[in-house]
T-cell receptor
Framework: DAGVTQSPTHLIKTRGQHVTLRCSPI?????VSWYQQVLGQGPQFIFQ???????GRGNFPDRFSARQFPNYSSELNVNALLLGDSALYLC???????????????FGPGTRLTVL | EDQVTQSPEALRLQEGESSSLNCSYT??????LFWYRQDPGKGPEFLFT???AGEEKEKERLKATLTKKESFLHITAPKPEDSATYLC????????????FGKGTKLSVKP
């Protein structure tokens, strides 16, 4: 069975540009979460979607947005890129709604974003 | 504020030298504690979930335990392929379902 997939693998952008990252969850999973991981730190929560609705948002500026499609895949959009947005962006999928118990999240390989 | 602290930051072991990694947490109503393994440049790989104090889980050379304040990841007779960063995360009772991660412990096992 395929795990969580993310595209692209790597991306280089310049300050002020816009970027779209994509994620496909494990088949049958309806919940997708996005995390940002800066080098040397643990992942930080950005968004969670369940059944195509936003169910949670972390402490990130409005430049960050996301959506989930009818097939449960998801996009993360970042506008007006800053140098500090350089990071590994991780997508995680789960079979349950975020607030459920036994909510194990499985991560994809990530997209490495470099902002010059 | 919900918080996760992992120690040590880095750990160097000789092959076969057993040790433990610590994850201490402060959270309002623990809904679950998760251990992940992360190789450089890759996404975290799920290892274990623990839900209540006293619970233990094992997988090959790894064993995870949970108390009301902390979790331990015991590594028995480690091999070089166990070298990775080990991340601990919690899901708080009042949360939106997001995971709160520690900074991780970077484990190096030398042959």
């Amino acid at each position: 069975d395929a795990g969580v997939t993310q595209s692209p693998t790597h991306l280089i952008k310049t300050r002020g540009q816009h970027v779209t990252l994509r994620c496909s969850p494990i088949s049958g999973h309806k919940s997708v979460s996005w995390y940002q991981q800066v080098l040397g730190q643990g992942p930080q929560f950005i968004f969670q979607y369940y059944e195509k609705e936003e169910r949670g948002r972390g402490n990130f500026p409005d430049r960050f947005s996301a959506r989930q499609f009818p097939n449960y895949s998801s996009e993360l959009n970042v506008n007006a890129l800053l140098l500090g947005d350089s990071a590994l962006y991780l997508c995680a999928s789960s079979s349950r709604q975020g607030t459920s118990v036994y909510n194990e999240q499985f991560f994809g390989p990530g997209t490495r974003l470099t902002v010059l | 504020e919900d918080q996760v602290t992992q120690s040590p930051e880095a750990l160097r072991l000789q092959e076969g030298e057993s040790s433990s990694l610590n994850c201490s947490y402060t959270v309002s109503g623990l809904r679950g504690l998760f251990w992940y393994r992360q190789d450089p440049g890759k996404g975290p790989e799920f290892l274990f979930t623990l839900y209540s104090a006293g619970e233990e889980k094992e997988k090959e050379r790894l064993k995870a335990t949970l108390t009301k304040k902390e979790s331990f990841l015991h590594i028995t007779a480690p091999k070089p392929e166990d070298s990775a960063t080990y991340l601990c995360a919690v899901q708080a009772g009042g949360s939106q379902g997001n995971l709160i991660f520690g900074k991780g412990t970077k484990l190096s096992v030398k042959p």
